[in-house]
């Protein structure tokens, strides 16, 4: 079947602006996840969904980040008044659940870069 | 806090070399832990895991053992080949609390295998 699908591949924004990241995990997958991969910082968590729930927000490094899932589906990641150390690999993955013995599955990643 | 540290790379190898790439944890309970690899152009992707002492987790020829007493995960595997080229990275996560199934992640490890 279809894997984590992340939108867009690739953005390109100017200092300020806002953005949205889009997550479609992989169907039945109740838990999803938003890392961050940069060259400074490696592979960062950001936030867990357990369905339509946030339980874990704590790794979103700023108020200018939010997420939202809706129908225990699709998510979507937004950046309020980009920066340039905003600039990342913004990876997706889902799972049938958050226990550690549940794969998660990446998405391909959308590539943000902050001018 | 709960970390992983992985080897720096990059690492260079003949086809047919033994790989050992070293992981190292800190974590305050009882984690399981993986291995993910990301190949040129795609995402990541669960390579294998353990989730108590003791175990071996095991893949595509690729080794590693739960070592509690030392906490690590070291990487092994005995003859490379050019398509083992690609970036590995050790992670944990937990099975409860309040940080259930997000992924610690080590910085990644670059391995590029020349014939």
């Known amino acids: 079947g279809a894997g984590v699908s992340q939108s867009p591949s690739n953005k390109v924004t100017e200092k300020g602006k806002d953005v949205e990241l889009r997550c479609d995990p992989i169907?039945?997958?109740?838990?999803l996840y938003w890392y961050r991969q940069s060259l400074g910082q490696g592979l960062e968590f950001l936030i867990y969904f357990q369905g339509n729930s946030a339980p874990d927000k704590s790794g979103l490094p700023s108020d200018r980040f939010s997420a939202e899932r809706t129908g225990g589906s699709v998510s979507t990641l937004t950046i309020q008044r980009t920066q340039q150390e905003d600039s990342a690999v913004y990876l997706c993955?889902?799972?049938?659940?958050?226990?550690?013995?549940?794969?998660?599955?990446f998405g391909p990643g959308t590539r943000l870069t902050v001018l | 806090g709960d970390s992983v540290t992985q080897m720096e790379g990059p690492v260079t190898l003949s086809e047919e070399a033994f790989l050992t790439i070293n992981c190292t944890y800190t974590?305050?309970?009882?984690?399981?832990l993986f291995w993910y690899v990301q190949y040129p152009g795609e995402g990541l992707q669960l390579l294998l895991k353990?989730?108590?002492?003791?175990d071996k987790g095991s893949n595509k020829g690729f080794e590693a053992t739960y070592r509690k007493e030392t906490t690590s995960f070291h990487l092994e595997k005995g003859s490379v080949q050019v398509s083992d080229s690609a970036v590995y990275f050790c992670?944990?996560?937990f099975g409860g609390g309040s940080t259930l199934g997000r992924l610690y992640f080590g910085r990644g490890t670059q391995l590029t295998v020349w014939p």
């Open positions: 993955a889902s799972s049938l659940g958050p226990f550690s013995y549940n794969e998660q599955f």
């Open positions: 974590a305050t309970g009882y984690p399981s």
């Open positions: 353990a989730t108590k002492a003791d």
């Open positions: 169907s039945g997958h109740t838990a």
């Open positions: 992670a944990l996560s």
